[in-house]
């Protein structure tokens, strides 16, 4: 059993071993990258937890977050924070949910912000991180259609004959020249 949690299992975590973002192994049969039917037979399933991986069921994710089962059935339903669903329509949640939900709480509790207003805060701050990660998307394609034009700039210029001589333009003057034809005879 775990001293710090109280859970057997680690806190939630399927096989007790490590946190968000580090890999473990566990039985199959149910748990997040087993193989159904593997239980049986024992074989142990390496997965990898991230931050995102829903692994707390509602009473698990309401003692982390501090707040009643009913209010993230309320949160689910208001779409503020929208778990992963079981097959059986069970909610599970990841430890990114519990984090937006103890926001949630701070935003209604210490700010006073509305249900609706936190709602909008969300979809923003959401609008935001998609407009960032397709930004560095882009600069990663800039980047990459430069140093493929810099290539074909190269191979141009190693393709050039050493005969060739640069040309350069005649340096204009503003100097005024007269000319006069020469007359016959002279």
Do not use: C, F
């Not at 390496?46 to 009643?68: C, F, K, M, R, W």
């Not at 701070?106 to 909008?120: T, V």
């Amino acid at each position: 059993m775990d001293p710090n949690s109280g859970h057997s299992n680690g806190g939630g975590v399927p096989g007790g071993r490590g946190g968000p973002g580090q890999v473990g192994v566990g039985l199959g049969g149910g748990l997040p990258g087993s193989v159904p039917g593997s239980r049986a037979s024992g074989a142990r399933v390496a997965y990898t937890l991230t931050e995102h991986t829903p692994v707390y069921v509602i009473s698990v994710a309401a003692q982390l977050s501090g707040l009643h089962p009913q209010t993230l059935r309320q949160y689910d339903r208001l779409g503020l924070v929208s778990p992963d669903r079981t097959a059986g329509r069970g909610r599970r949640y990841s430890a990114r949910d519990i984090e937006q939900l103890r926001e949630v709480q701070r935003l209604s509790q210490e700010e006073g912000i509305n249900l609706a207003g936190i709602k909008r805060i969300i979809e923003l701050e959401n609008q935001v991180n998609a407009l960032r990660a397709r930004v560095a998307e882009l600069q990663g394609e800039v980047a990459s259609a430069g140093a493929a034009a810099t290539q074909r700039e190269a191979a141009v210029h190693a393709s050039y004959r050493r005969d060739l001589v640069p040309y350069a333009p005649a340096r204009q003057s503003s100097a005024l020249v007269v000319w006069r034809p020469k007359r016959r005879g002279e």
